[in-house]
């Protein structure tokens, strides 16, 4: 399994951005999936998480009420609609796939990433 992340871009504070993960194969409706970010000189984050029906989602304090991540198995896709955007919410952000799937809030039982796509927010 590959996954291709996508959507992201340049906007001002305030605006939102839908970014997208498209999954190769299968197997992707037993994955979980995961989306993480890393500013410069900063550890990856975590950000969001969706089972893999997509009934139990899980976000970071940061990003609550803001980032809502959603996917669609007949796509073998996986979506961050991100809103009300911060200058702090500037990095790269990787989707990743939790192939026994179960839902994770930290990087490290995730096996599959993606290649990031880069967000910057200005002020």
């Known amino acids: 399994v590959q996954l291709q992340a996508s959507g992201g871009g340049f906007v001002q504070a305030g605006g939102s951005l839908r970014l997208s993960c498209a999954a190769s194969?299968?197997?992707?409706?037993?994955?979980?999936m995961g989306w993480f970010r890393q500013a410069p000189g900063k550890e990856r984050e975590f950000v969001a998480v969706i089972s893999r029906s997509g009934g139990i989602t899980h976000y970071a304090d940061s990003v609550k009420g803001r980032f809502t991540i959603s996917r669609d198995n007949r796509k073998n896709t996986v979506y961050l609609q991100m809103s009300s955007l911060k200058p702090e919410d500037t990095a790269v952000y990787f989707c990743?796939?939790?192939?026994?799937?179960?839902?994770?809030?930290?990087?490290?039982?995730?096996?599959?990433w993606g290649q990031g796509t880069l967000v910057t927010v200005s002020s």
């Open positions: 194969g299968r197997t992707f409706s037993s994955y979980a």
């Open positions: 990743a796939a939790e192939t026994t799937g179960s839902v994770r809030t930290t990087p490290g039982p995730y096996d599959i």
